[in-house]
């Protein structure tokens, strides 16, 4: 849960960025709008980090490791007013998908019974995921009208996809489980 902290506050401080330099107004308006999602997530978040004395919520507030701290810098690096289809892409086209991902698996993987608040948080946080998925598919389709276009955005989704699956997911290896384990019987799938 602390990870999904800091990625929501990370992408908050990069949206909020961007508000600032993007340069189409119905663009800007809607990552504004995203922006402030992702502040209440993170808060979300923090509400269910435990707090107890020896067990400072800040201090459980951080990156699953080193390759997901590159991966969100990455995804927070366009900053031209020229490149909101690569920002858009890195937000729409990896990384929500992917803690759409995470957190849907998450919420199969927790019980009613020990821990209710988490599941509310995880389909408050899902249903706003699912919609500013679609109002940045929304965006970015409405900008990409040309070949250069289609491949600028191909090219910056690969680039991102790289750098995620070098870190293991959005919080590290497990993010949504184990690979599967092909070794032994080839007829059967067993999770790792």
Partial sequence: V????????????????????????????RLGTHCYHHAWHADLW????PELREMNPERLTGPANDEVVAFMDAVAEPGEHDQTIEKLVGVYRVLIPHKVAAYTYHLNNT???????????????????????RDGTLMLTSLIQTDEEVQRAADHQAKL???????????????????YDLSGDPARLTVA
Avoid at 6 to 29: H, Q, R, S, Y
Avoid at 111 to 127: C, H, V
């Fill in 2 to 29: 602390g990870q999904y902290k800091w990625i929501e506050m990370k992408l908050f401080e990069a949206l909020g960025g961007w508000v600032a330099t993007v340069p189409e107004l119905d663009i800007k308006m």
């Fill in 46 to 49: 923090h509400k269910r980090l």
């Fill in 111 to 133: 019980s009613t019974i020990t821990d209710a608040p988490t599941i509310r948080s995880l389909k408050f946080a899902l249903q706003d995921e699912m919609e500013d998925w």
């Fill in 161 to 179: 996809e790289k750098l995620l699956v070098a870190a293991g997911g959005i919080c590290g290896p497990g993010t949504i489980g184990d690979a």
